[in-house]
């Protein structure tokens, strides 16, 4: 069985219809988008939070997105174990929402940076990760200007301890220092998930690099891996 | 009546780039003696509530659910009352 997409669309959102393409025409899975007035998920075995810049960062990024109508079906399908892919914007969204830990500051260079960067994998168990080979380094675009994720010390700690911080910033062949993490984030963090593992957000944009078109597929890897868990 | 008047900080352990990069400017303009720039948020809003005690209840949802997140940042407020025109 296919999962079905719902991909939600906030005032601002800007990566909704890369995020439609990919899952409807690439992987070929029912999808919907979903208006963040509205409180009904369709049925969607899948949700995922666009990037761009919903409600225009007015506040803090993702700040007024959290309390559209829309999120409480969000957070009541998270409760249950839904799968939640947020990217980005998304990511922040859910940092807001409280359905991950931490919170996203200005990128340290205090520049936008967009480029590709690459990533390693640190849980290769999870509904996002199940199909990346180990040791395989991902190359996937950013484009932010708070990708800068913090937490206190024991959040951290307990992100490590529960294998929650999937993604990492790092060199091409792998290696994890700062001279690899574009915006200053913690131990280079680009992508984390909630203690259940069904809730994902990660700063790199994965539906941007699917179309073998565009060149760059390493996304499908992450995609695919969601579509595996219900294959299985 | 009521208005209020919030600053929203973020905490001292918070980087602030956007201050420190500020105060570059600072430096360029020649104020040598301008350390620890901190940018935060000014903002303010009437309430239409009979009572301080309610008005404070409000005010506090505000900031801690919107207007502060209190993970990086601390909020004060000021209130006071005024008379509907």
């Given at each position: 069985m296919k999962p079905k997409f719902g991909v939600v669309v906030f005032?601002?959102?800007?990566c909704d219809h890369d995020a439609y393409y990919v899952v409807s025409?690439?992987?070929n899975c029912k999808t919907n988008f979903l208006w963040h007035?509205?409180?009904?998920?369709?049925?969607?075995d899948v949700i995922i939070l666009p990037g761009g810049f919903s409600?225009?960062?007015?506040?803090?990024?993702g700040s007024i997105a959290r309390?559209?109508?829309i999120m409480n079906s969000v957070i009541e399908f998270a409760d249950k174990g839904g799968i939640v892919l947020g990217i980005c914007n998304g990511f922040q969204i859910l940092l807001e929402a409280e359905l991950l830990p931490g919170v996203m500051l200005k990128n340290k260079s205090l520049q936008f940076v967009c480029e590709d960067v690459y990533l390693t994998t640190h849980?290769?168990?999870?509904v996002f990760t199940n199909n990346i080979l180990q040791n395989d380094v991902l190359k996937i675009p950013i484009a932010h200007g708070e990708g800068n994720y913090f937490a206190d010390k024991q959040t951290i700690e307990k992100l490590e301890n529960n294998n929650q911080i999937l993604f990492k910033y790092s060199s091409k062949d792998g290696k994890l220092n700062t001279e690899y993490?574009?915006?200053?984030?913690i131990l280079n963090i680009a992508g984390i998930t909630n203690e259940q593992g069904n809730i994902l957000g990660m700063m790199p944009h994965p539906e941007r690099c699917c179309d073998p078109l565009l060149g760059k597929t390493d996304g499908t890897k992450i995609f695919n891996s969601i579509i595996n868990t219900f294959n299985n | 009546m009521y208005k209020a008047k919030v600053i929203v900080k973020r905490k001292p352990s918070i980087l602030d780039p956007q201050g420190t990069a500020v105060e570059k400017g600072a430096e360029n303009l020649g104020?040598?003696?301008?350390?620890?720039t901190r940018i935060g948020k000014y903002i303010e809003f009437s309430i239409n509530v009979k009572n301080e005690e309610e008005a404070k209840n409000e005010v506090e949802k505000y900031c801690s659910k919107l207007l502060a997140n209190p993970i990086m940042e601390d909020f004060v407020y000021q209130l006071e009352e005024i008379n509907e025109a």
């Open positions: 005032p601002g959102s800007n025409k690439i992987f007035k509205e409180s009904d998920l369709q049925e969607s409600y225009g960062d007015y506040l803090r990024s309390f559209s109508p849980n290769y168990k999870t993490n574009p915006n200053g984030s | 104020l040598t003696n301008i350390k620890d």
